[in-house]
């Protein structure tokens, strides 16, 4: 897949799950070349927010909105994933995020699409700015999960919305795995597939 966008690149490979001395490292599983983030001020600053758990109050690395408040990430994973906490952490002031909207997502989402589709999930965020709130997800809508979609719909009233870090805490579960490939066989002679051979016949003797 190339190299991935700094911090965290795809480790395809393991398939180790999350256990207490590895907080919310989903991180290491996102397809970061193809996350995408709707409505970022800067381009490409979404990814900057997936890092890390030691690094979650790291200065500097921050996603802003740009023409209104919602901001959408597409979050595509190297396989799939079991979500079951999701932490987010924004500054202490009214362009904190206040709603997060969860889809268990098949394809990218645009702003119509989340406001039209059934939503797996909504969550009320409060203002965190350490990363004490760990949020549970809907265990059955988040099982066998490939892609997430999070709509950041609205935040404690400022024009702009800012998000500092994401953390998605759960369990790699496989890899995707390769299509296969169906090779179709002649089983039985298809007389109309050999008539011109037949018409070209000439019977021994006749000229």
């Not at 002679?189 to 019977?203: G, L, M, R």
Request: glycine share 6%; charged share 25%.
């Amino acid at each position: 897949m190339g190299d991935h966008c700094a911090p965290g690149k795809c480790d395809c490979s393991s398939s180790a799950t999350i256990d207490s001395s590895d907080l919310f490292s989903l991180f290491l599983k996102i397809d970061m070349d193809n996350l995408v983030c709707l409505n970022e001020l800067e381009p490409g600053s979404a990814k900057t927010v997936f890092r890390p758990w030691d690094e979650r109050l790291s200065t500097g690395p921050c996603v802003k909105s740009d023409v209104d408040e919602e901001l959408l990430f597409n979050i595509p994973f190297c396989g799939i994933v079991r979500l079951k906490k999701l932490t987010v952490i924004g500054p202490d002031d009214s362009s904190h995020p206040k709603t997060v909207r969860l889809f268990n997502a098949k394809k990218p989402l645009e702003f119509d699409e989340a406001s039209n589709i059934d939503v797996s999930q909504t969550i009320k965020l409060s203002i965190d700015t350490e990363g004490a709130l760990h949020y549970p997800v809907k265990q059955t809508k988040f099982q066998n999960l490939s892609m997430l979609s999070l709509h950041f719909s609205d935040n404690f009233g400022d024009d702009s919305t800012q998000i500092n870090f994401i953390g998605l805490q759960g369990d790699y579960i496989r890899d995707f795995r390769p299509e296969l490939t169906i090779t179709s066989y002649e089983i039985a002679a298809n007389p109309a597939d050999h008539k011109a051979s037949s018409q070209n016949f000439v019977p021994h003797g006749i000229s």
